[in-house]
């Protein structure tokens, strides 16, 4: 392990994005205000994509007002498990997932129990904005529950594991998978603790971890290696990522996706601010990668085409795969 301060330094050189660079070369430019309800509401976001013919997990129920508590129960139904979310959190606040009943009460993913008025409290909580982005008033969704598919195992701890990647005006430029750990409760975010690992574009295959900003090897809780995985179904993740331009018309975003044992690719969310730590853990400057594709947009420009998704994603696997690169 050896520190993050060091790493990023020398990724510097490699054309690192910080976050002023992100913010005015990329966020301001390529969303648009007025596009950005639909991916800062969770709900609105997984509207879009069924209307677009994407899979989402599936939606139970929302609550909105203090009154609508009481259908909770309803919503539950007879399930033993599910996710009750803040429809604009972010970073992995607020989440609770249920894995199972037990005794009147219901057990989380990472084995706390918790009552139903628990519960009815802390969806009065998101109601209220507790978790919500800019602290207003809120809506708590309750959803499926993902299975994450059994590929996951050996280098997962509880929880599931989520895919993201960057996409520049639908061309995909960065890919990390992120692993839950015992100390990020069964949620994937990485500053409740998760694994950042990164993935080469062309392949889907896992490249190095970073873990609390250092680089790792292993998994800290399964102690199984984060690198050489071949992640499934990744050409159709790829294309899933890049068509979700079109979905929601932001040109920057990173978008979450999940795989279910039994439903497949999954999209869980889309993110107009798109962390930076990806760059670490691909041992790869995002600008390098931005750039290109920017390039590539105004050659295509001053010959009046665009591209499709296919075309897009094969852009880019050509451009950017086959990583670790030349050492800097
Ligand atoms: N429906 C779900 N089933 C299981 N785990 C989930 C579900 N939704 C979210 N999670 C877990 O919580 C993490 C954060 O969820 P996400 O919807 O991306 O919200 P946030 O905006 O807070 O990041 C996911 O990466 C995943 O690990
Ligand atoms: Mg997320």
Not at 37 to 54: C, Q, S
Not at 208 to 213: I, K, S, Y
Not at 247 to 252: E, I, P, Q
Request: net charge neutral; hydrophobic share 40%; aromatic share 8%.
């Amino acid at each position: 392990m050896f520190g993050f301060w060091k790493t990023w330094k020398a990724l510097e050189a490699r054309g690192i994005m910080g976050i002023n660079r992100r913010n005015a070369d990329y966020v301001l430019k390529y969303n648009k205000r007025s596009l950005y309800p639909i991916v800062d509401d969770k709900i609105i976001t997984k509207e879009r994509a069924i209307a677009a013919g994407i899979h989402v997990p599936q939606l139970y129920g929302v609550i909105s007002t203090e009154k609508e508590i009481d259908k909770l129960d309803e919503i539950i139904g007879g399930r033993n498990d599910f996710v009750i979310k803040p429809a604009q959190g972010a970073g992995g606040d607020g989440i609770i997932v249920i894995a199972d009943r037990f005794e009147g009460r219901y057990r989380t993913v990472s084995g706390k129990i918790i009552s139903h008025e628990e519960i009815e409290h802390h969806v009065s909580s998101i109601l209220t904005g507790l978790y919500s982005l800019g602290g207003h008033r809120d809506r708590a969704l309750i959803e499926y529950r993902v299975i994450p598919d059994q590929i996951f195992k050996s280098i997962s701890y509880e929880g599931v594991p989520d895919i993201r990647i960057i996409v520049l005006m639908g061309y995909p430029v960065m890919a990390m998978l992120r692993l839950p750990t015992r100390q990020s409760g069964g949620k994937a975010n990485l500053h409740q603790g998760a694994i950042g690992v990164g993935v080469d574009l062309a392949t889907g295959l896992t490249l190095r971890g970073t873990w609390l900003n250092n680089i790792i090897a292993k998994h800290p809780d399964t102690t199984n290696a984060v690198d050489g995985v071949q992640l499934p179904y990744w050409d159709g993740f790829m294309k899933l990522a890049a068509g979700c331009y079109e979905l929601c018309g932001l040109g920057y975003i990173g978008v979450d996706m999940v795989l279910d044992q039994e439903k497949g690719p999954l999209i869980l969310e889309l993110n107009a601010r798109p962390g930076l730590n990806i760059q670490i853990a691909n041992d790869c400057g995002l600008t390098l990668r931005t750039h290109a594709v920017e390039a590539r947009l105004e050659e295509l420009k001053a010959r009046g085409v665009t591209e499709t998704v296919e075309e897009r994603v094969a852009f880019v696997q050509e451009m950017f795969g086959h990583i670790p690169q030349v050492e800097g």
